[in-house]
C-alpha cells in the first residue's frame, strides 16, 4: 500500500509528488517512487525542510549514493552531500570569478549528471535551502523526446556512435579558473564512452550526450561539438524543456538517464543560492 499520488506538473513532463512522508518511506512509495521517476522524469516534492542526514536517508531510498570527485564540496558530515552553495562557510557570498563560482556556473551548459562514470548516475536529489528572487531556475530536457525530432537518417548514423565523457575535460570547459585537479581524483576518471543513443529497460530510447561529451569517438572535437551544439538549439525551440522555479524547502528528484538539465544564470556574487544535493549511482552501464 501506498498513499503516494502524481500531479502532472505545468509542462511537458514531470510531477508533483503528493502524498509522500519522506521521513518514512514504506517499501511500496519507494517502488512507486522508482517508477514515478521513469514515467514522469522528474519529482517534485515540495515543503520539505530537511536536514542532511534526511537529505541522505531518502537518497538511499533510491539506491546506493555517490561521492563525487571535488573533495572541497562534500559536506563534512555527510560526504554524500554535494555543496551547490554560493554562501561560503564563513556566510559571505562567493566572488563571480572564485573557483565556487566558475564550478557553479558550469552548470548552465546542458548536461547529465556523472555521465563521466563507467555506470553514470541514476537520479539526482536537490534540496533547496535557500533561492534567489530572480534567475536560478532549473531546465530539464526529455532526451526521449529529443530524439524522436531527429530526422531518421541522422539517427541511423547515431546509432552506431559512441560519445566519450570525460571529467576532467568538462571540468576544464568550465567558465573560469578552477583549482587543479589531485592527481589521486584524476585517475579515479578516465575518460569513457557511452552509446549516444541509449536503450532503456522497457525499449524506450533516448539521447545520452551534454556537458561532459567531449566528443564523438573517432571524430575530431569542433566537429563534434557543432553536432552537439544544433540538437542542444532543438531542444528550447520544441515542447521538451520544463523550467522549475525554485521555492525554499523544494525537494527535486530528476532521471539522469533521460533528461538534461542545465542551471539558468542569477546574480551570483549578490544574492544567495543555497543547494545540497545527492546522486544516485546507476546499476547499469547504458547500452
Ligand atoms: C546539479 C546541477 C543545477 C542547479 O545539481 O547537478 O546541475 O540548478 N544543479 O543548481
Ligand atoms: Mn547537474
Redesign the pocket.
Known sequence: MTTIEFEPLAGPFGARVLGADPDAFTADDVDALRQGLFDHGLLLIRDQSISAAQLVAIGHAFGDLEILPEPDKRHPDHPEI?N?SNVRADGGIVEFDEPQAVF?RG?ERW?T?SSFREVPALC?I?SAVEVPTRG???QFADMRKALSLVPAEQRAEMEALTLVHSYEWSRSMNPGRMNPMSEDERAKYPPVEHPWIRTHPDGSQSLYMGGHASHIAGRDEAESRQWFAEIEAQLSVHDVVYE?Q?RADDLLVWDNRTLL????PYDIANER?V?R?V?VAGVDQPR
Open positions: 554535494f551547490l557553479l552548470t548536461h549528471d539526482t536537490l536560478g531556475q532549473t522549475h525554485w538539465h542545465r542551471l539558468l543560492r543547494m544535493r546522486t
